[in-house]
């Protein structure tokens, strides 16, 4: 294995990583199209620069229990040094999970309108409400909750669901606990056994990686800069114990196993009592989505406990079964659940940001006070409102045009799903997922999910994603995404089978 680049990647940098070891016993040549991608060369940055003036204000404490590095800059890191090592190589990326194809005209359009308007007396407007526009809430409404007792006024339009869970922690405080799904998007943190190294070159600064826009050298908001919204967010406002590096987890967290033995769906009679359960569905990474059957029973459970599900619908319009697209399609749904969801995997939205939040108005905390009217304080207190722009573009996805546009272009990335699943199928692989969400689980039983995940890149020049950085129960697993343009799939499909044939 090629020696690996160290950066500095100020805040978001890892000190640590996991194993490079490369071990596979059913590997062939595979032969790879090249690309004349040139490589930014980096300048050298000190990460050891001599301490000045300090001030007298204590660092949160809660803050210094947040590991180092995430899964996605981590997986930039070994990406840039797989660059070095193969500059003619063209890498495809089926990492992350940012969208690839372009915005449908219909919803730009009306942006563009919204934006020329901005620049006449008529048309200009300024703050607008918090809780969003009217037009777009009631659009909310009856598009994804008509005949499921959600009104308008209760959601609330934002930039963005990862948004939205750190308003939610805000409103639930310090003093609560919380259950995820092991595994989830992406919280486990990385060790390193050896530094990372690579000729001629010292550090690389994360400005370098993320301005770097050649094909096959770029890194996104998405790969450098997420930490995981329902972990990190919940260590940072003081509701969990220290990082437990035995077990890579935090203490005072219930980590809820999905795996295939469960199908996916945590076993909740050994699921302890918490305050918030946060719950995917369909699920990033597995790809799995919860029957109704499934969510009945989780909607009794938090019944039972006085609990709290976020629910996180990010991907209901993948969904291609019976399955509910909504919590609210449960009965009872609407005393015990909230929901967040956005239009970034619907419509590419992940540059342009809206998303929005369901808080019913049955919901109430145990002194009965409702939970939306803390919610909309929140709201009012913390943020101005979304985009007047970006919302013109929420209501004309909303439009029958915007809607017949945006699930032409879930087709386009189901086609995708399917060409993966396909290809790992073909190939002998257990493979999950991929029905009602745009990635694939492929199971390597008895490997490292990193070994995997560095077989793939050093012989095929393609990004995956490693099951483990999703939790210990993503440990022999990697995440294909979906997200990606048709060639490169198909192209990555090839690479795949002429790997593992």
Same mark, same amino acid.
């Given at each position: 294995?090629?020696?690996?680049?160290?950066?500095?990647?100020?805040?978001?940098?890892?000190?640590?990583?996991?194993?490079?070891?490369?071990?596979?016993?059913?590997?062939?040549?595979?032969?790879?199209?090249?690309?004349?991608?040139?490589?930014?060369?980096?300048?050298?940055?000190?990460?050891?620069?001599?301490?000045?003036?300090?001030?007298?204000?204590?660092?949160?404490?809660?803050?210094?229990?947040?590991?180092?590095?995430?899964?996605?800059?981590?997986?930039?890191?070994?990406?840039?040094?797989?660059?070095?090592?193969?500059?003619?190589?063209?890498?495809?990326?089926?990492?992350?999970?940012?969208?690839?194809?372009?915005?449908?005209?219909?919803?730009?359009?009306?942006?563009?309108?919204?934006?020329?308007?901005?620049?006449?007396?008529?048309?200009?407007?300024?703050?607008?409400?918090?809780?969003?526009?009217?037009?777009?809430?009631?659009?909310?409404?009856?598009?994804?909750?008509?005949?499921?007792?959600?009104?308008?006024?209760?959601?609330?339009?934002?930039?963005?669901?990862?948004?939205?869970?750190?308003?939610?922690?805000?409103?639930?405080?310090?003093?609560?606990?919380?259950?995820?799904?092991?595994?989830?998007?992406?919280?486990?943190?990385?060790?390193?056994?050896?530094?990372?190294?690579?000729?001629?070159?010292?550090?690389?600064?994360? !400005?370098?990686?993320?301005?770097?826009?050649?094909?096959?050298?770029? !890194?996104?908001?998405?790969?450098?800069?997420?930490?995981?919204?329902?972990?990190?967010?919940?260590?940072?406002?003081?509701?969990?114990?220290?990082?437990?590096?035995?077990?890579?987890?935090?203490?005072?967290?219930?980590?809820?196993?999905?795996?295939?033995?469960?199908?996916?769906?945590?076993?909740?009679?050994?699921?302890?009592?918490?305050?918030?359960?946060?719950?995917?569905?369909?699920?990033?990474?597995?790809?799995?989505?919860?029957?109704?059957?499934?969510?009945?029973?989780?909607?009794?459970?938090?019944?039972?406990?006085?609990?709290?599900?976020?629910?996180?619908?990010?991907?209901?319009?993948?969904?291609?079964?019976?399955?509910?697209?909504?919590?609210?399609?449960?009965?009872?749904?609407?005393?015990?659940?909230?929901?967040?969801?956005?239009?970034?995997?619907?419509?590419?939205?992940?540059?342009?940001?809206?998303?929005?939040?369901?808080?019913?108005?049955?919901?109430?905390?145990?002194?009965?006070?409702?939970?939306?009217?803390?919610?909309?304080?929140?709201?009012?207190?913390? !943020?101005?409102?979304?985009?007047?722009?970006?919302?013109?573009?929420?209501?004309?996805?909303?439009?029958?045009?915007?809607?017949?546009?945006?699930?032409?272009?879930?087709?386009?990335?189901?086609?995708?799903?399917?060409?993966?699943?396909?290809?790992?199928?073909?190939?002998?692989?257990?493979?999950?997922?991929?029905?009602?969400?745009?990635?694939?689980?492929?199971?390597?039983?008895?490997?490292?999910?990193?070994?995997?995940?560095?077989?793939?890149?050093?012989?095929?020049?393609?990004?995956?994603?490693?099951?483990?950085?999703?939790?210990?129960?993503?440990?022999?697993?990697?995440?294909?995404?979906?997200?990606?343009?048709?060639?490169?799939?198909?192209?990555?499909?090839?690479?795949?089978?002429?790997?593992?044939?």
């Amino acid at each position: 294995m090629a020696q690996l680049l160290m950066m500095n990647l100020s805040s978001v940098s890892s000190s640590f990583l996991v194993p490079n070891t490369i071990t596979t016993n059913r590997v062939s040549k595979v032969s790879i199209r090249s690309s004349n991608t040139s490589i930014r060369k980096c300048v050298a940055t000190s990460s050891t620069e001599k301490t000045g003036y300090k001030t007298g204000v204590s660092r949160n404490a809660n803050m210094a229990k947040l590991q180092a590095g995430y899964l996605f800059p981590e997986i930039a890191r070994r990406r840039a040094a797989h660059m070095l090592k193969y500059p003619d190589a063209e890498v495809i990326r089926l990492g992350i999970g940012d969208t690839t194809e372009p915005i449908p005209e219909v919803i730009t359009s009306a942006m563009a309108m919204k934006s020329h308007a901005l620049s006449t007396l008529e048309g200009y407007s300024g703050y607008g409400a918090e809780q969003g526009d009217k037009q777009v809430r009631a659009a909310l409404a009856s598009s994804f909750y008509a005949d499921l007792g959600i009104e308008e006024s209760d959601i609330f339009v934002s930039d963005g669901a990862k948004c939205d869970i750190s308003r939610l922690q805000l409103l639930f405080g310090s003093n609560v606990t919380i259950a995820v799904q092991d595994p989830s998007y992406p919280y486990v943190m990385l060790k390193l056994e050896k530094p990372l190294a690579t000729e001629g070159v010292k550090h690389i600064s994360s !400005f370098d990686l993320m301005s770097s826009s050649k094909r096959g050298c770029w !890194f996104g908001h998405d790969s450098m800069l997420t930490g995981q919204a329902y972990v990190d967010s919940s260590v940072i406002m003081g509701q969990t114990g220290q990082f437990q590096n035995d077990v890579e987890k935090y203490g005072n967290i219930e980590y809820m196993r999905c795996s295939p033995e469960n199908d996916f769906f945590p076993d909740l009679s050994k699921v302890s009592r918490t305050d918030v359960i946060y719950f995917c569905s369909p699920n990033n990474p597995t790809g799995s989505a919860a029957t109704r059957e499934q969510l009945t029973r989780l909607v009794q459970f938090a019944k039972k406990n006085g609990s709290i599900i976020v629910y996180d619908s990010a991907y209901a319009m993948y969904m291609s079964d019976d399955n509910p697209r909504s919590i609210f399609e449960i009965p009872g749904a609407r005393e015990v659940a909230i929901e967040t969801s956005s239009f970034s995997k619907y419509a590419g939205f992940t540059g342009v940001r809206l998303g929005w939040t369901v808080v019913p108005k049955e919901l109430l905390f145990s002194d009965g006070f409702p939970v939306a009217k803390d919610f909309n304080r929140i709201v009012c207190t913390c !943020f101005n409102g979304a985009s007047n722009i970006a919302q013109a573009g929420g209501l004309a996805c909303l439009s029958p045009e915007g809607l017949k546009a945006m699930r032409k272009v879930i087709r386009f990335y189901q086609e995708n799903t399917q060409i993966i699943v396909d290809t790992f199928k073909s190939l002998g692989f257990n493979v999950y997922g991929g029905t009602n969400a745009p990635y694939v689980w492929v199971h390597f039983p008895g490997r490292s999910s990193w070994d995997v995940f560095s077989e793939i890149l050093e012989k095929t020049h393609v990004v995956t994603t490693p099951g483990s950085g999703f939790g210990p129960g993503g440990e022999g697993f990697i995440r294909v995404s979906a997200f990606g343009h048709r060639a490169d799939v198909l192209e990555a499909s090839k690479r795949f089978k002429q790997l593992y044939k």
